[in-house]
């Protein structure tokens, strides 16, 4: 049976902006490198807004058999 796991990493572009910073492409590389190092997947993400006190950030999912 799979297991999911969900994580938020926090970003501070906007959706459909041009303000996307190299930095912030290294920091979800560098998640999604080590959970695949600790057998996991990466399954989906998406980006969350303004959520209420989350702020903005990518809600990613992993999976590992």
Known sequence: MAKYKSEILKV???LMT???KD???EKLDA???E???GGWELV???FM???GSLGRGILVTFKKE
């Open 44 to 46: 989906t993400y998406s």
């Open 18 to 20: 041009s303000s996307i």
């Open 49 to 51: 807004g303004e959520a």
């Open 35 to 37: 959970r695949a190092k």
């Open 12 to 14: 501070s572009f906007k």
């Open 23 to 25: 930095e912030e492409i």
């Open 31 to 33: 998640l999604v490198n």
